[in-house]
């Protein structure tokens, strides 16, 4: 894995040119705000299905599967899509696992060789984020952190949800435009979380 100074992603907002190099096809484009919705209970059985279809593709290449993101954080508005953290051995050999997500109706829709060898697969039915990391990636043990860290601490859940609602509602290119804009509340929330890995 690269260290930080060989990171080449932007920390704060990627061009368009760097989402189209990143993207699997055509980036999706929003040109307008971002909708959340209130949270949902069912979220946590949606994922449950998910995993167990991910499970059944890649049985023991599964090395951790997660719940993780805004729907996976109670009382927390998202967009209604189910985000899934999936560690395999090696998330930058795709011939051990990509095709068998793809039978099981996942498309690869990012490729980021230079941010942890991360991949993103969506999935439809619900809509699912299905993010691929390495076994012992940084980057997975940050959104464990600050997920566990909101799950338990209801004043910085408030704060991202506040902050997530502002930015959502102004006018975004690219959904990866307004991720990027997360990334300053959600430093300051792992910092107090005691996080001692740098964002990559």
């Known amino acids: 894995m690269p260290a930080p100074s060989e990171r080449n992603r932007p920390i704060e907002q990627m061009n368009e040119q760097q989402i189209r190099e990143i993207t699997v096809g055509a980036p999706r484009v929003v040109n307008g705000p971002v909708t959340l919705v209130p949270y949902d209970p069912a979220w946590p059985d949606r994922y449950a299905r998910e995993a167990a279809k991910i499970r059944a593709a890649l049985g023991d290449r599964v090395v951790d599967l997660q719940h993780i993101g805004s729907t996976a954080v109670p009382g927390l508005p998202a967009k ?28 690869l829709h990012i490729r980021e060789p230079e941010w942890d060898e991360h991949r993103t697969f969506k999935g439809s039915d619900p809509a699912v984020n299905l993010h691929v990391f390495s076994r012992g990636s940084r980057q997975a043990e940050r959104h464990i952190r600050f997920r566990d860290w909101l799950r338990a601490h209801d004043d910085d859940r408030d704060l991202y949800a506040a902050t997530k609602t502002d930015l959502a509602g102004q006018t975004w290119q690219y959904m990866q435009n307004y991720a990027d804009a997360k990334n300053s509340i959600i430093d300051d929330i792992l910092a107090r979380a005691g996080n001692t890995t740098p964002r990559i």
Do not use: K, R, W
């Not at 560690?87 to 997500?101: C, H, M």
């Open 80 to 107: 209604p899509i189910i985000d899934i953290q999936l560690l395999v051995e090696n998330s930058g050999d795709e011939s051990t696992y990509a095709d068998d997500l793809v039978a099981a109706g996942f498309t």
